[in-house]
């Protein structure tokens, strides 16, 4: 099957690259559409080191031009969270391909009837939403358009299933659709725990690695309910919860945020090891959650 889902990603950002290198080490031919061919080289061989094969970068093909989608049977974009730039970039890429083809977003927001509003075959846009780092992490977060077109669809389902992938479904998707409300809920309030003095950001992020993660890693925070036991959730969550932060935004994700900047791992051998240990970590966590 991966012979025949010939892949086109664009877009060689963090997502972009990872996601053409997951395609690779899987067997289908991929090819990624950057407009800085360097920038592309430079992603996927960082992608490639933190799992460790290097040399999975070299299945894929590099190039600028939308001409080389001639031919493929799946298009992912992979660019900024824009609904214009996408909506455009959808437009140009509808051009190049068969009626058949479908077209993949990447959006952690955005819903497939918006991104394919001005297109001649919205039928045919879905949404697959990765969990970085996606070379590793198997689910994916999938929306269907309405009347979404069958041979597109089973392209589709095809492709995710060649790629190791395990689809999650939304049918009634809310913004952000799952991963990231829960990603920011928990992000809010750990910064909000150092931004009040409550605790240093290593000692946050130690909680999770050898509190809450392991636990959600073996139950989810729904089914751990059952561990702790309903009526001492209930209890803890009335004197807790009215002291959460329950703004609307994330002081501290501002650009030059001196905390993050601290805690940021360096760049050189340290960083990659950094990373190539969360690969590992979450990889092992992926084997147990299936």
Known sequence: MPEALRTAVVGAGTMGARVALRCARRGIETVLISRDRA??????????????????AGEVRLTEGLDALAGVALVYEAIPESLALKQGLL????????????????TSSLLPD????????????????????????????????????????EVFEAWLGAAGLEPLRLANPLPGFIVNRL???????????????????????LVMRLGLGPRWTATGPIESIA?????????????????????????????????????????????????????AAVEIAAERGR
Do not use: K
């Open 91 to 106: 437009g140009e890429i509808e051009a190049y391909v068969g009626d058949g083809v479908p077209l993949v977003s990447g």
């Open 227 to 279: 561990l702790g036991g309903r009526a001492t959730f209930a209890d803890v969550a009335r004197s807790v919860v009215p002291t959460l932060d329950i703004r609307s935004e994330i002081p501290l994700l501002s650009e030059g945020s001196a905390l993050l900047e601290a805690v940021a791992p360096p760049p050189g051998p340290a960083r990659r090891a950094r990373l190539r240990a969360y690969a």
């Open 39 to 56: 920038r592309a080289r430079a992603a996927l061989d960082s992608a490639a080191d933190e799992v460790g094969d290097e040399s999975a």
């Open 183 to 205: 990603q920011f809920a928990m992000l809010r309030e750990a910064l909000h725990i150092v931004e009040s003095g409550g605790a240093t950001a290593a000692e946050v992020d």
């Open 114 to 153: 918006a991104l394919g509003f001005y297109l001649e075959f919205p039928q045919r846009v879905f949404v697959a939403h990765f969990v970085h780092p996606v070379t590793v992490v198997p689910l994916a977060e999938v929306v269907l358009p309405r009347d979404a077109d069958a041979g597109a669809t």
